[in-house]
């Protein structure tokens, strides 16, 4: 018998209750693993208090990342004992996912916990930070390099967006930051390695079809119209690292971007990036990453403490990264 949190519905209201499951009744997988940490990111908070339409199939295990150790393998690729990290798959979502003290699930869904990181640094990067890592990736894969000028990040006191600062900076780049809260948030964004940081009302304007030319790659965590003005100020044949749906669907912007300056936009998604990238990123998140990071501020609670922190990161009353640890 094992500790899981259980989401089920009743009279269309989400309810989390801690409950002791068996293995018999985890989803098929030819890997068990024993959870030693997951995490708290605002979809899990939502999921948790029912407040978004995240859990359509109840019951319902949340949690949309972990990092453990092999307890059984039905494929080669990993043995009892091996560390592993998982990301995306709709974990926590359609699969039960990492608030519990087992799961279960394939195999290709799993990367290899790579030397330099533990399961609770790994969760401190979590999500968040191996879609930064995928980002930047996009704009290393581009081409674009530190003295092709500087690099844009939208939404930087996100979790993607202060990760991409850290890691860009680690890189190199010169890096402007952009937040919503700039007397608060500024200070902290320097410190993570941001060259100067910009008020987001700057880019809430609408934008033109084609502004000024002054960015050589961005990462956008935001979308919709911060996108459309970012997209109008790239360099000629610079690229955008674009992940994040905040501000919503649309995009109002036009071709000449890419028609006449050969601005490419490169979407990311985290979900279902190919294992290749996976164990690629995480390899990276390794080397890259200082040990300042893992000193920042970070909560560590128990499996029991998660509905009640979820309820607080939806009420905006969360600072910092929040673990789950299920080891001890």
């Not at 879609?131 to 290393?140: D, E, H, K």
């Not at 990311?268 to 390899?283: F, G, T």
Request: glycine share 10%; proline share 4%.
């Amino acid at each position: 018998m094992f500790k899981a949190l259980v989401l089920n519905q009743e009279d269309k209201r989400t309810i989390a209750n801690i409950e002791m499951l068996d293995e018999s009744q985890l989803p098929e997988g030819e890997v068990l693993v024993a959870v030693d940490y997951s995490s708290i990111n605002y979809k899990d908070g939502l999921a948790v208090t029912g407040k978004g339409k995240i859990i359509r199939n109840f019951p319902m295990v949340p949690g949309i990342d972990f990092a453990g150790t092999v307890l059984e393998s039905q494929d080669d690729r990993y043995s009892e004992g091996d560390k592993v990290v998982l990301t995306g798959w709709g974990v926590g979502e359609n699969h039960w996912g990492g608030m519990a003290e087992k799961a279960r699930l394939k195999a290709d869904w799993l990367v290899p916990l790579p030397q330099g990181l533990d399961a609770k640094s790994a969760m401190m990067v979590g999500t968040a930070g191996f879609t930064a890592m995928l980002c930047v990736q996009a704009i290393l894969d581009a081409g674009v390099k530190p003295e092709d000028g500087e690099i844009l990040v939208t939404g930087a006191s996100g979790g993607v967006g202060s990760v991409s600062v850290t890691l860009l900076s680690k890189l190199g780049y010169k890096v402007a930051a952009v937040t919503g809260r700039l007397e608060t948030n500024g200070p902290l964004l320097e410190k993570l390695g941001a060259t100067r940081v910009i008020e987001r009302s700057e880019f809430e304007e609408p934008a033109r079809p084609l502004e000024k030319q002054v960015w050589a790659g961005a990462v956008d965590t935001v979308g919709s119209k911060v996108l459309a003005k970012v997209l109008a100020q790239m360099d000629y044949n610079s690229v955008v690292a674009a992940c994040g749906l905040a501000g919503g669907f649309d995009l109002p912007t036009t071709v000449m971007p890419f028609i006449l300056r050969n601005v490419r936009l490169q979407g990311v998604d985290s979900v279902n990036s190919p294992v290749e990238k996976r164990i690629a990123a995480w390899k990276s998140l390794s080397e890259l990453l200082p040990a300042s990071y893992f000193e920042q501020a970070c909560t560590e609670i128990k499996l029991e403490d998660v509905p009640q922190y979820a309820d607080n990161i939806t009420n905006g009353q969360v600072t910092g990264r929040i673990v789950v640890n299920l080891r001890d």
